[in-house]
């Protein structure tokens, strides 16, 4: 007689899935704001804008995925900071447009789900909003068999965010004169890693990364998205910032034009700060032309901030003071909506960028 099939025949624990939710109420719980108490296990999850101190607000969404870093993170075991960049890519995107966030939600998918693996990228993510100051609301684990080879996932997050009627920023303060401000990122973030990968074939993971010898390639490139949430917020309410562009796939030449009015033109000095390590590492690697570069990678600026020439002493001195490492690296100019990098020929030359930090 056929034995009877059941869900977990098919290849779905149920009680898996119900021993995740208990293992991660604790971390979703310390995410808790004003606005939502950051509970889990009901259908939906509740946030109260009025309660977050808002009086007439926008709401404002955004979402995105990891890309394939997680193919790192797979490959190295390290599952315990991709959530923060899955946080990171989200809320990055909504304080640009002066919003607040407020809430994030997760999407976790693997063929056959392992409970470490999955708590560890959802302590990850509870990291993340704590870092952002949003509240974990809810998520959704799918396993799904035949759908996903066997150890592999993927992630996809969701985060919603405030900001008063009349203070959202939508570039149409930015103008001929204003004075470009570039933060620091903390590596390459979540972009151009299928070009990384491209490049690091063959070289073993776990081996001292050639650009930091301090950590394992593995980790070195793992490095979390920085989250310029907390930072940035005071000097948006204070009025000081006209745009912000986060820059992420397309790097600085298609990021920074998303948020200029037309007949307004960036132009960005590549020797206003140093190339890392780690850029000029890929860039000799693959023999980088500089304008794939700077189209591809963050190239060490994670955001770029447009303020008036006024406002650049107290708003660099606000983000140093929040520990951010601020850079001057250009202007906006009369001209076509556009983006140039001057002098990248010159300063991100491969082979001169890399033995210049290879030997220092």
């Not at 985060?159 to 004169?177: I, M, S």
């Not at 973030?189 to 074939?201: A, D, K, T, W």
């Not at 001195?317 to 909506?337: F, K, N, Q, S, Y």
Request: with cysteine.
């Amino acid at each position: 007689m056929q034995k009877p099939l059941t869900y977990a025949d098919a290849g779905v624990s149920i009680a898996a899935g119900n021993a995740l939710v208990r293992a991660i109420a604790p971390l979703v719980r310390a995410t808790a704001r004003p606005g939502a108490d950051a509970e889990i296990g009901g259908f939906g999850g509740f946030f109260d804008p009025k309660a977050a101190g808002f009086k007439d607000p926008l709401l404002v969404a955004a979402n995105d995925g990891v890309g394939t870093k997680l193919r790192l993170a797979i490959d190295t075991g390290n599952h315990a900071t991709v959530g923060i960049d899955l946080v990171a890519m989200c809320v990055n995107d909504l304080i640009v447009q002066g919003a607040e966030p407020l809430f994030f939600l997760d999407y976790f998918a693997s063929a056959k789900l392992d409970p470490a693996v999955a708590q560890a990228v959802i302590a990850g993510i509870a990291d993340g909003c704590r870092i952002a100051g949003c509240a974990l609301i809810g998520g959704e684990t799918a396993e799904m068999p035949g759908m996903y080879a066997p150890g592999d996932y993927d992630l996809a997050g969701f985060a919603v965010g405030a900001v008063e009627r009349g203070e959202q920023l939508t570039g149409d303060k930015v103008a001929a004169g204003d004075v470009l401000l570039g933060l620091a990122s903390s590596g390459a973030h979540s972009n151009g890693f299928s070009l990384i990968r491209r490049l690091i074939e063959g070289v073993p993971l776990d081996r001292p990364a050639p650009f930091d010898i301090e950590r394992t390639l593995g980790d070195a490139l793992l490095e979390p998205t920085r989250i310029y949430v907390r930072s940035l917020l005071p000097v948006i309410r204070a009025g000081h910032v006209h745009a912000l562009a986060h820059i992420t796939g397309g790097g600085l030449l298609e990021n920074v034009p998303r948020v200029l009015p037309e007949g307004c033109h960036a132009r960005i000095d590549a020797g206003a700060w140093l190339q890392s390590p780690l850029f000029a590492w890929l860039q000799a690697r693959g023999r980088i032309e500089p304008g794939e570069l700077a189209r591809t990678f963050n190239c060490g600026i994670g955001m770029v901030i447009s303020v008036a020439a006024d406002a650049v002493t107290p708003v660099s001195e606000a983000l140093a003071a929040a520990g951010e490492t601020v850079h001057v690296i250009g202007a906006v100019d009369v001209g076509p909506r556009g983006c140039t990098v001057f002098g990248a020929d010159e300063v991100w030359n491969s082979r001169g960028a890399w033995e210049a930090v290879h030997l220092a």
